[in-house]
């Protein structure tokens, strides 16, 4: 049961597994990233037939408009006694919004004959996308605002009536199979006159006037136009493009060669091709994809969880991680060199960086004597909250939410920074700042 949402529950990094505890003091990253347990293709799969292994997609119907959903994260049983947990970053949509009437029929279909324990939507403004999208996806990736969560009835085509304010929206659907697992299905719909409300939130955001901010937002669709052609014509020099509200309105374009000469025959017809400025860089956008992807088998190759990000406007990758002096060091040490493009950040740059990049499993001795184990973690720019309700339990030494789906619980990974404090009548959890957050027997 993933998914990233404000701390309002118990505020814990929770991914939840069907595996044994055992007293490794450090844990492979590639079992502990909070980006991702499992690197998993974000693009669901097609096949209902494919269940043993990942769940199959969903599907929104909105007056006759259907959409075949992303998947954000899951947890999902293997068929062994085991399961498999994947979240990716952010919230991932498909990347064209089903239109809507401000008053709609939301009908969802889910592509599994098992009837599903529980299912829970919530509607959340797309306000907020997430730079980290791979080149070959076909997906949109969003950051968690805060919105509306509704209950939806437990079968296998569930449907909301709904009356949504104009705007563009990610409607993020859990599902939880009592047989199977949970998963985290995400839509994008555009209700209608979204332009008016987007100009007052664009209004409040840059601090322009009703009139001007209505005045650029005219122009965004034509710009993704224009964007697409020359991601098409100029692959070999296009470095990005992007927009600046402040302080002037201008439509940046990155080349490795050229000038506005250059894209001039492009502009022909567009209203806002006064506002076109070229900038010249070193990397073309093709490059930086390339080279993110080093980044990232780079980072995995010393063990070490990273996110990694193209900033376009700086003509750069970003790698970021708990500790950046530490990953140099081991790629360093390791014989690994990154590409010049990129540059490593730290994850909490105004924070005291961490004195390690590595999940571990912290133990306590209970007064009888008994070991209790805790997987905590690497350190990360990310926070989830769980979902799952049930009650927190020790089994064999291990720190389990009880639900009633699985003999023993799921295992839990906690947040970097967690700590388990024994006593003699109580087992718990404490935060980097040692307050306790959860506590054995008690319901979460």
Avoid at 279 to 301: G, I
Wanted: hydrophobic content about 40%; glycine content about 8%; some cysteine.
């Amino acid at each position: 049961m993933l998914r990233r949402q404000p701390s309002t529950l118990v505020g814990l990094l929770l991914i939840f597994l069907m595996v044994a505890c055992t007293p490794a003091k450090t844990t492979d990253e590639s079992a502990l990233s909070d980006d991702e347990l499992v690197i998993v293709d974000d693009s669901p799969a097609d096949s209902p037939d494919q269940a043993s292994t990942e769940p199959p997609p969903a599907t929104l119907n909105i007056d006759g408009t259907e959409q075949k959903s992303g998947i954000t994260g899951y947890c999902w049983q293997q068929g062994d006694g085991t399961s498999i947990c994947a979240d990716g970053i952010g919230f991932t949509t498909p990347p064209d919004p089903i239109p809507a009437e401000a008053t709609l029929l939301a009908q969802f279909e889910l592509m599994l004959d098992a009837k599903p324990g529980r299912a829970q939507l919530t509607v959340f403004p797309a306000s907020q996308p997430v730079l980290t999208v791979p080149e070959e996806s076909d997906w949109l990736h969003w950051k968690s605002v805060p919105g509306d969560q509704f209950t939806l009835p437990p079968n296998n085509n569930p449907s909301i009536e709904l009356t949504l304010e104009p705007g563009l929206y990610v409607f993020d659907m859990f599902v939880d199979w009592p047989d199977y697992g949970g998963v985290n299905y995400g839509f994008l719909v555009a209700v209608e006159g979204a332009s008016s409300r987007d100009s007052t939130a664009f209004v409040d955001d840059q601090g322009l006037p009703l009139d001007e901010a209505t005045y650029r937002m005219r122009f965004e669709e034509t710009i993704g136009e224009f964007q697409s052609l020359l991601m098409a014509d100029l692959t070999d020099t296009y470095g990005g493009l992007w927009v600046e509200q402040h302080p002037e309105y201008r439509i940046v374009i990155a080349l490795t060669e050229g000038d506005i000469e250059t894209i001039r025959p492009y502009l022909d017809g567009y209203e806002w091709a006064d506002f076109v400025e070229v900038l010249p860089v070193n990397y073309t956008l093709e490059e930086l994809r390339a080279d993110q992807a080093m980044a990232s088998q780079a980072a995995d190759s010393v063990q070490v969880s990273a996110v990694t990000a193209v900033d376009i406007v700086n003509n750069r990758i970003e790698l970021v991680v708990g500790n950046p002096d530490l990953l140099l060091s081991d790629l360093t040490q390791a014989g690994v060199q990154l590409p010049e493009s990129v540059v490593v950040l730290a994850s909490d740059p105004e924070g005291e960086l961490p004195g390690t990049n590595l999940g571990v499993l912290l133990e306590a001795i209970t007064p009888d004597g008994r070991a209790i184990y805790l997987p905590v973690q690497p350190p990360s720019e990310d926070s989830m909250a769980a979902l799952m309700e049930g009650k927190l339990v020790e089994v064999d030494g291990c720190l389990r939410i009880e639900d009633g789906h699985y003999a023993d619980g799921w295992l839990m990974l906690w947040p970097f920074g967690s700590d388990i404090r024994v006593a003699e009548d109580r087992i718990e959890v404490v935060n980097e700042d040692g307050k306790p957050v959860a506590r054995v027997g008690d319901w979460l």
